[in-house]
């Protein structure tokens, strides 16, 4: 596992232990993330809010990498991820994340993207396509 790909895994880690294992020492100061259904943390101070606030309302209870992809000061990671809120409800979708590298190796951009797990095929009657009636999840 190289330098990024640990990162990565610790940046997950730190969601799945609820703890603090590290953000001042993986994100750049002015780290720009999104997530997949558009919060946008601007900063480091804001993304250390973020996870210290969202910790007291749910927790992660799978997040599970399957590959990474890295191209120069780029990586991409693809993963399934499942959490539990206070409240009961259950949230598990496939996603990827786009990072981009500072020189020091640590998180300048992180953009997440999500796809529903709940998939099926419109055609699979015929060639006029059936869809659910469904709200759609937009990740």
């Not at 101070?45 to 969202?54: D, R």
């Not at 007291?56 to 780029?74: A, M, N, P």
């Not at 598990?92 to 190796?105: A, K, V």
Request: hydrophobic share 35%; glycine share 4%.
């Amino acid at each position: 596992m190289n330098q990024r790909e640990r990162i990565i895994r610790l940046w997950f880690d730190m969601w799945l232990q609820q703890k603090d294992l590290g953000i001042d020492d993986i994100f750049a100061e002015d780290v720009i993330y999104i997530e997949s259904w558009s919060p946008k943390y601007e900063n480091r101070i804001t993304v250390k809010h973020w996870f210290e606030e969202w910790n007291t309302r749910g927790k992660v209870l799978v997040w599970d990498i399957k590959q990474y992809f890295h191209k120069e000061s780029q990586t991409i990671v693809e993963w399934y991820f499942k959490n539990e809120m206070n409240d009961g409800s259950i949230e598990e979708f496939d996603g990827m994340s786009l990072i981009e590298w500072t020189s020091e190796n640590k998180i300048k951009l992180l953009k997440e993207f999500g796809c529903n797990l709940n998939n099926y095929n419109p055609y699979q009657h015929g060639d006029v396509p059936q869809f659910r009636k469904e709200q759609a999840n937009w990740f």
